[in-house]
């Protein structure tokens, strides 16, 4: 049983499309600008997914090995494809792989601290009492 906590991925807002701007003159033949950008929007919404899904979605009939060597976990890229649409999951995915090499590290570190504590307590009591270590 691993006593290490479970990775918590992180959390992103969701995109939202951009305000039309304010003309200051209509005409008659101005057409609805919300709507137009709403369904740029959603198009490029769709695109972006579709894109995400095209490129990742080969890489989960790789190994687990394989994934591990171009720095993703399958997990990561099963959580990442099951985003809602607004979130970008290219950018979510690379949230996810920093926050976990950061904690990687992180846990890494605290390993190589815990190790390098007891040698050095060792090195400083092995020598002898009148011997000084400072200079070179």
């Known amino acids: ?3 290490q906590p479970e990775f918590q991925r992180p959390q992103l807002s ?3 499309p951009a305000k039309p701007p304010e003309l200051d003159f209509y005409m008659p033949a101005t057409p609805p600008l919300a709507f137009l950008e709403k369904a740029a929007f959603w198009l490029r919404i769709f695109r972006r997914r579709h894109h995400f899904r095209r490129l990742f979605v080969p890489l989960l009939r790789e190994e687990d090995l394989i994934l591990s060597d171009i720095g ?3 997990s990561d890229i099963e959580w990442a494809l099951e985003l809602p649409l607004k979130v970008d999951a290219l ?3 690379q949230a996810c792989r920093k926050a976990r090499e950061e904690s990687e590290m992180l846990r890494d570190g605290n390993r190589a601290f815990a190790k390098d504590q007891k040698p050095r307590q060792i090195y400083f009591l ?3 009492a009148g011997v000084d270590n400072t200079q070179a």
């Open 14 to 16: 969701p995109d939202s």
């Open 91 to 93: 950018k979510a995915l």
């Open 1 to 3: 049983m691993c006593n």
């Open 72 to 74: 993703f976990n399958r």
């Open 126 to 128: 092995s020598h002898p």
